[in-house]
């Protein structure tokens, strides 16, 4: 397996290093990993008249890496 792995998080820092990364991997004709760890456990519930929402770390992670990889192209 090749390609290029970066570690994301929600910092300028690590944005910058997947956008340096996606330009390394472009130009490499590579994949791009994007990888976030996250802990576990966390979720909550929110109750909206009959309906009830369910929210967790993995949600917004799986949300962050999609907008990240949405905008990295």
């Known amino acids: 397996m090749s390609g290029i792995v970066v570690g994301v998080n929600h910092t300028e820092t690590a944005h910058r290093a ?3 990364a996606a330009q390394l991997a472009k130009a490499m004709n590579e994949p791009l990993h994007l990888v ?3 802990k ?3 979720a ?5 008249g009959t309906d009830q929402f369910f929210d967790s770390w ?3 992670g799986n949300q962050f890496l999609h907008s990240l990889r949405v905008e990295l192209g």
């Open 40 to 42: 576990s456990g966390g």
């Open 36 to 38: 976030m760890a996250m």
């Open 44 to 48: 909550q519930s929110v109750q909206v």
């Open 58 to 60: 993995v949600t917004k």
């Open 18 to 20: 997947a956008v340096k």
